[in-house]
């Protein structure tokens, strides 16, 4: 995780909180020493904790977690990059290195790569680190030949295989109307609280909104909203741009004159040359 905290990486942490199984603990955003560097989230086992729940979806995720594990994240919004596997694996050494009462041993920790899909960018960082792909089950892998455990989890895949709309919004950032319930309820409550604020400004909240919009037609988009509430915030211009295109007609040339170059362009193109405007 890089100094910008973004939507997509809070929604992914309330995502974990509410699938994880009873005897997981996910603390996001975790300082990682006393450098200004964050891990998206940190997994801890709970301690005398039965471990035949595997939660309420992620499943491949919970079954293959360490004692701690470290989770990065990759969105639609900002995909696996060229050396982000490098990064987690610098974090695992921190880690390792700063819980000495924790992990007896590397295998202790995990390293988990939590991605949109396996990408080719993906594949070549993990050929790069002359790791091997081992299948698990579908969309989880082990990587082999790292100097700890490594998972990557593949989110279109797990979608697919667990039959849930809510990942799949996280796999491919479309907002179904089966996960929008979830969508609605975690962003709304992070404005109400200003989840935003706190620790600085929450980038990529507008593009999350965006995607969630985008599932609704336009009109259903403003059902509900009177007049004035569907035009709030358009400057007079495109406020005129929702008339009908009988009204557009009948304003006179001279106050079309007025208007913005773009605004007349725009008249000129719903009425057509023949009007004369």
Not at 2 to 11: E, I, N, Q
Not at 44 to 66: N, S
Not at 126 to 140: I, R, S
Request: proline share 7%; aromatic share 8%.
């Amino acid at each position: 995780m890089g100094a910008k905290r973004t939507a997509w990486h809070v929604l992914f942490g309330r995502l974990l909180v509410e699938s994880a199984p009873p005897w997981v603990v996910v603390r996001p955003e975790v300082p990682l020493g006393a450098e200004p560097q964050r891990m998206d989230f940190v997994l801890l086992r709970r301690r005398g904790k039965t471990t035949d729940d595997l939660g309420k979806r992620l499943h491949g995720l919970w079954r293959w977690l360490g004692v701690d594990t470290l989770v990065e994240f990759k969105s639609v919004r900002r995909p696996y990059g060229g050396r982000d596997m490098d990064r987690l694996v610098g974090y695992g050494h921190q880690w390792f290195v700063a819980t000495p009462g924790r992990l007896r041993k590397r295998e202790d920790l995990v390293l988990a790569l939590v991605v949109p899909s396996k990408s080719p960018a993906l594949q070549r960082a993990v050929e790069d680190l002359g790791c091997a792909w081992e299948a698990l089950e579908p969309g989880c892998w082990r990587l082999t030949g790292g100097a700890f455990p490594m998972v990557v989890v593949a989110l279109d895949t797990v979608a697919d295989s667990e039959h849930d709309a809510l990942v799949q919004s996280f796999a491919d950032g479309v907002v179904t109307r089966a996960a929008w319930p979830w969508w609605n309820g975690q962003v709304g409550t992070m404005k109400a609280t200003k989840t935003r604020k706190p620790k600085g400004e929450l980038e990529d909240m507008d593009d999350v909104v965006a995607r969630m919009l985008a599932s609704f037609t336009p009109a259903e988009r403003v059902a509900g909203l009177a007049p004035a509430e569907r035009v709030a915030g358009l400057a007079p211009a495109d406020v005129l741009l929702t008339l009908p295109d009988d009204m557009l007609a009948a304003l006179p040339e001279s106050y079309l004159a007025t208007l913005p170059e773009a605004a007349r362009r725009a008249i000129r193109r719903r009425l057509g040359h023949g009007h004369g405007h």
